[in-house]
């Protein structure tokens, strides 16, 4: 085929993604020098829409970046009140005090947000300093200079047919060139990964890992609601399974975020995310608080839990990833928000010394350096053992050592050093035959409900017409292997139902993939045991609409 020709346009800085990280990189560019031209693109279809995070927020990104906010009106209107902490048994619950456990456990000070939100109020203040933001925008392609260095992206590429042709109303798209191009595209960013994986920057770091958050918003009885109130949980339902836990976070308008979280380092292929979330709604404490009230919206999102030991090099020549396209988050404390700032805003200093310097297209290693030895670092080193105890011991152990080492981390040593994860999620999957089915009750449809109920409320869309986003590198491999091997996984990790193994009488099992349902989480990129499933951007504009998540 005749390679597509696209106009170009040229940036100082382009910026890949209006998240935390990649708002705040546009943001604090401007500051830096009005004149500077930072362009960011975002594949939402407008910015917040994509965005899905817990969330409390630990302001001292923003602080840091717009140390006015609050003269501005950044939605940050729920300070944490009460901070609870329980075990769960099924019927039952133990308070866990707060006094044991280190001071950067504690919420005081942090705010109940809605990070759509955040976003939002970000991008308003970043166009008022010039910043062009376009929303609807999916960067699907690197466009590398002659040197084998990154120069920009491709974005806004719309109209091919399902196989790949390009159809009536097919757009080219154009391609954004940059002195820099950042990527932030957040956890499993398809973009990053590419780099990532050509420039080998994961070398001499640890894998990856992560975690599948699923999030409802409720609004529940005026009665039981307790603005500021954070709620986290560990134990039932998960018990020894898999890693994981909840979060209830009650935010204003009488709403209540109710979230779980499942590491996606489990063994057994046929434990099912998505219905240990609605099975634990029905835990006795979660049940009261949200009878009688509505859900009036569902999302799913990876998370990165690496953490320090799996930041990847960050630089290319003439790219930089930023926030959780490396990583960031603060796994112990559920974090990330306050590092993607941080880390949008290192770059962005990084990035407009050097182009009054008169460079352009090589390394910033000077945020990089920022990175690892300035706050973030700090940060997410005096919790770095915590999930790797958590992977190799289980809950009870890892939260007596991972507390200790997180109290020795804050006095500055640890007794333990760096710990490995040494699996990646992929990897830690088992055959189903060394493991049992688990039962789990049919959703309820008032507490609990099937995925494809749920999935309508987190508004999802996508043109039917155009190839499936979901990208198989063997079409044979889910039905051969996966089926036969692991019991089919992903028709239970995919908190979106997009994958069905479908049997019909006399006929060969097929793998279908429902990718209009499809909510961006990157799950299936992450935890397909065969890593024969790539994400890549489906048309601009596509995916899920959220309001407040
Ligand atoms: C369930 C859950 C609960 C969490 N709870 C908390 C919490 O309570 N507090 C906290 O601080 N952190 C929390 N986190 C972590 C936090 O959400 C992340 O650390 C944070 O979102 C990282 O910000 P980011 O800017 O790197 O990426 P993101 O917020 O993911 O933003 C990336 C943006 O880039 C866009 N994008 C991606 N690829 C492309 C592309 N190729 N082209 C165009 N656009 C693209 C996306 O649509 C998105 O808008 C939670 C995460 C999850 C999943
Ligand atoms: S298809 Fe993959 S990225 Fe989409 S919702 Fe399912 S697991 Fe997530």
């Not at 020709?5 to 705040?24: F, H, K, Q, T, W």
């Not at 308003?124 to 376009?134: D, P, R, S, Y």
Request: hydrophobic share 35%.
């Amino acid at each position: 085929m005749a390679e597509t020709e696209r106009e170009a346009m040229e940036y100082d800085v382009v910026i890949v993604g209006a998240g935390p990280a990649g708002l705040s990189a546009a943001i604090r560019l401007k500051q830096l020098d009005a004149d500077i031209n930072v362009v960011v693109l975002e594949k939402g279809s407008e910015v917040g829409a994509h965005i899905l995070s817990g969330a409390v927020l630990d302001p001292c990104g923003l602080d840091a970046l717009i140390p006015d906010w609050k003269e501005k009106g950044a939605p940050l209107n729920v300070p944490v009140r009460e901070d609870n902490f329980y075990m769960l048994g099924e019927a039952g619950k133990i308070r866990v005090p707060n006094w044991p456990m280190p001071p950067l456990m504690n919420n005081h000070g942090n705010y109940i947000v809605s990070m759509g939100n955040v976003c939002r109020w970000m991008a308003e203040q970043a166009e008022e300093l010039g910043v062009e933001i376009f929303p609807g925008m999916a960067c699907s392609e690197l466009v590398f200079d002659d040197k084998g260095g990154i120069k920009g992206v491709v974005a806004g590429e719309f109209g091919k047919e399902a196989d790949g042709r390009h159809g009536a109303n097919y757009e080219p798209g154009m391609e954004l060139h940059g002195k820099y191009v950042f990527l932030s595209e957040g956890v499993r960013g398809s973009l990053s990964k590419e780099v990532i994986a050509r420039y080998d920057l994961s070398q001499g770091h640890e894998p990856q890992k992560f975690g599948i958050g699923m999030k409802e918003i409720w609004e529940i009885d005026p009665a039981k609601h307790r603005e500021g109130t954070v709620t986290h949980t560990m134990g039932w339902p998960l018990g020894g399974n898999a890693g994981g836990g909840s979060f209830i976070y009650h935010l204003e308008n009488n709403q209540v975020y109710v979230g779980f979280v499942v590491h996606l380092n489990y063994k057994n292929p046929y434990l099912f995310p998505y219905m240990e979330f609605q099975r634990f709604k029905h835990h006795p404490m979660v049940a009261d608080l949200l009878k009688g009230g509505k859900r009036v919206a569902y999302g799913a999102r990876a998370i990165s839990e690496g953490g320090y030991q799996s930041m990847p090099k960050m630089v290319a020549p003439g790219v930089a990833l930023l926030g959780c396209s490396v990583g960031m988050v603060n796994v112990p404390r559920i974090k990330g928000n306050h590092n993607a700032m941080l880390s949008g805003k290192a770059a962005a200093e990084a990035a407009h010394a050097a182009i009054a310097a008169g460079r352009a297209g090589d390394e910033l290693s000077a945020y990089e350096d920022e990175v690892r030895t300035g706050a973030i670092g700090r940060d997410l080193k005096k919790v770095r053992n915590v999930k790797p105890f958590w992977s190799k011991w289980g809950l009870m152990p890892s939260l007596v050592l991972g507390g200790f080492d997180m109290w020795t981390n804050t006095l500055g040593f640890s007794l333990f050093g760096t710990q490995k994860h040494g699996k990646t999620d992929a990897d830690a999957t088992e055959e189903a035959s060394k493991h049992q089915p688990i039962e789990y009750p049919k959703p309820d449809g008032t507490l609990s409900f099937d995925r494809l109920t749920n999935v309508a409320f987190s508004f999802t869309n996508h043109e039917e017409s155009q190839p499936a986003h979901l990208q198989l590198k063997d079409p044979s491999v889910p039905v051969q292997v996966n089926l036969p091997k692991y019991a089919g996984p992903a028709a239970r990790y995919c908190p979106a139902g997009v994958y069905e193994f479908v049997e019909e009488a006399g006929k060969d099992t097929k793998f279908v993939i429902n990718f209009q349902n499809c909510v961006h989480c990157k799950t299936c990129d992450i935890k397909d045991p065969s890593q024969n499933i790539t994400w890549v951007t489906p048309q601009g504009g596509d995916g899920p609409n959220y309001p407040n998540m």
